[in-house]
């Protein structure tokens, strides 16, 4: 389990090298422009899955210590939603926003269910994302178009989801920068 610094919220060192965690974030490109806390397998993989259960905020802000300081200090937080119902949906999307400590805003909604993807190919999950999303028609994108957008998931595989999620902000005219995560799988 991991343990926090009791005024910093970051992990000790042990915890960093053991949960594997990258001091400055995981970047990368592919499939989308990305930010990871670090590779979704050992301990990290172990402690994510932990987390959907005991939703541990104080956890989560260690593992996400070296991505708030990554993102700029005027970011919008838009978690990726989940199509399961609220009693059964992923909470972690919206529970790293928190971590963050920046301005979230709920501006993705689900139009239809799609399938498990953890069996689909990428093909498939591709596939099984399009037209995914919409915009909330509650919520005008044109009053927030000059902020810098990053969207929110636990864990990059395919990056199906958030391809989807990236493209349905950026017809609405946002100015969307990347992804947010926990894991990027190897």
Known sequence: MIQTHQQADQPCSECTQKLGLKERGLRGVTPVRFNAAG?????????????????????????????????????????????????????????????????????????????????????????????AFAIYPDQPPWRISETPIWIVDDILTSGATAQEALGTLKSAGLDVRGLICLGRTP
């Not at 979704?40 to 708030?68: C, H, M, P, W």
Request: aromatic share 4%; glycine share 4%; proline share 6%.
């Open 39 to 131: 590779w979704y397998r050992g301990e990290l993989r172990r402690e994510i899955l932990r987390l959907k259960l005991n939703q541990d905020l104080s956890v989560l802000k260690a593992i996400t210590f070296a991505l708030q300081r990554s993102l700029p200090a005027k970011a919008l937080l838009v978690p990726i939603p989940s199509w399961k119902t609220q009693k059964r949906a992923n909470p972690l999307p919206a529970l790293i926003c928190q971590s963050l400590g920046r301005n979230t805003k709920t501006l993705l909604k689900r139009c239809r269910p799609t399938v498990g993807q953890h069996h689909l190919s990428r093909r498939q999950r591709l596939v099984n994302m399009q037209s």
